[in-house]
Every structure is written in structure tokens, then in C-alpha cells.
T-cell receptor, first 115, second 112 residues
Framework: AQSVAQPEDQVNVAEGNPLTVKCTYS??????LFWYVQYPNRGLQFLLK??????LVKGSYGFEAEFNKSQTSFHLKKPSALVSDSALYFC?????????????FGRGTSLIVHP | DGGITQSPKYLFRKEGQNVTLSCEQN?????MYWYRQDPGQGLRLIYY???????QKGDIAEGYSVSREKKESFPLTVTSAQKNPTAFYLC???????????FGNGTRLTVT
């Protein structure tokens, strides 16, 4: 069975500093990995995904994520945080065709960027 | 613009009443999902559907029902059997497995 762990409920960072939101996964075979962001009282918005290829993927709003197969991780990063980045972030995994197509989400990490 | 629409945004009901949440998409996606979100608990899957006239229970289906009579529509009924229905409900759709889910903006249901 596939699973996703986001070990931090909350991440605090000062504006202008780099940020990292952690995600580890467990899946049979090669994973399809996704990051989403949720603002208050809104649905989730897609940020970026890793399917295959380059381990560093770039997404919306200056975010990027690094796929590390040996550590089964897919951490979300941004070089310089903005106050407007404050939101809830979700990591998700799907198995490739042949496996379960139902995505599994982590519990979410609340990112707070302080001015 | 293509997207997924949930209505209403806020819904208030008395205990013991059934209530139906609407979800419509014009993305031509085959798969649709219903999630429940409670503070600190992430997203929990209620029901999902891969094709019209077929749907499957998710992790927390008890007290809920769905239908999928049209590709575009996947309404969720919260029945009186659901013991703690007050929550934020999210509908989503997707195409291929390497594609992300598209989410609606949710319905916040309050039952008193």
C-alpha cells in the first residue's frame, strides 16, 4: 500500500529566508509525486509534480522539489520565502499505471512566513 | 475556462436532515473524488468514481452516498446516519494517473 508522511505539522520561516517542507513516501514501483497548496477556505491548487526524468522539478510561484529515490523523499523548497506563501501544503503520491490510481495525501504542513 | 464547481460554498442543516452537495466539472475527466477535511486530519477519501454509473467507497464512506449518472456531475449526499457531518468537503477530478487532481473550492457544511 502506498503512503505519504509529512513529518512537520508546522514550519516557520522568516521572509526572505529559504524554506523546506518535507515529504517522504512509500509505494510499489516508481512513484508519481505531487505537491499542492491550500489557502484558507479554498480547494487545493497544484504546484508541481515528479513523474520521471530530472530529479529537480520546478513549479508555480517559484517553488521547486527534489526527488530522492534512495531516501524516498520529495521535499518542497523555495529559495526566498514570501509572507504570501503562508498556507497549508500537501504532498501526494500515485502509483503508475497498473497500480492504484487513487492518490494518497499526506496530513499537510502549515507554512508560516513571518515578516 | 475549464474547472470544477462546488455549490453551495456554505451549508447549514439541522441534525437528522439529509443534505446534498453539488460537484460539476467541465474538464472531461473520467475520475471524480469526494474528500472530507477536518482540522489537523488532512484529506480523507469518502467516495470515488472512475466512470459513469460506477463508484467505489473510500476510507470513510459510512453515512454518505453518491451517484454518477453523468460524466460531469458527482453529487454527494450526507445522510442522517453520518454521526459527525460538520466538516469542509472537497470534490476533485482527474485525468490520467500522471496528471494532478483538480479541486473545487469546497463546501463548508455545518450541522446543528
Amino acid at each position: 500500500a502506498q503512503s505519504v508522511a509529512q513529518p512537520e505539522d508546522q514550519v516557520n520561516v522568516a521572509e526572505g529566508n529559504p524554506l523546506t517542507v518535507k515529504c517522504t513516501y512509500s509505494v510499489s514501483g516508481n512513484p508519481y509525486l505531487f505537491w499542492y497548496v491550500q489557502y484558507p477556505n479554498r480547494g487545493l491548487q497544484f504546484l508541481l509534480k515528479y513523474i520521471t526524468g530530472d530529479n529537480l522539478v520546478k513549479g508555480s510561484y517559484g517553488f521547486e522539489a527534489e526527488f530522492n529515490k534512495s531516501q524516498t523523499s520529495f521535499h518542497l523548497k523555495k529559495p526566498s520565502a514570501l509572507v504570501s506563501d503562508s498556507a497549508l501544503y500537501f504532498c501526494a503520491v500515485r502509483e503508475p499505471p497498473g497500480g492504484s490510481y487513487i492518490p494518497t495525501f499526506g496530513r499537510g504542513t502549515s507554512l508560516i512566513v513571518h515578516p | 475556462d475549464g474547472g470544477i464547481t462546488q455549490s453551495p460554498k456554505y451549508l447549514f442543516r439541522k441534525e437528522g436532515q439529509n443534505v446534498t452537495l453539488s460537484c460539476e466539472q467541465n474538464l472531461n475527466h473520467d475520475a471524480m473524488y469526494w474528500y472530507r477535511q477536518d482540522p489537523g486530519q488532512g484529506l480523507r477519501l469518502i467516495y470515488y468514481s472512475q466512470i459513469v454509473n460506477d463508484f467505489q467507497k473510500g476510507d470513510i464512506a459510512e453515512g454518505y452516498s453518491v451517484s454518477r449518472e453523468k460524466k460531469e456531475s458527482f453529487p454527494l449526499t450526507v445522510t442522517s446516519a453520518q454521526k459527525n457531518p460538520t466538516a469542509f468537503y472537497l470534490c476533485a477530478s482527474s485525468g490520467r494517473s500522471d496528471s494532478p487532481l483538480h479541486f473545487g473550492n469546497g463546501t463548508r457544511l455545518t450541522v446543528t
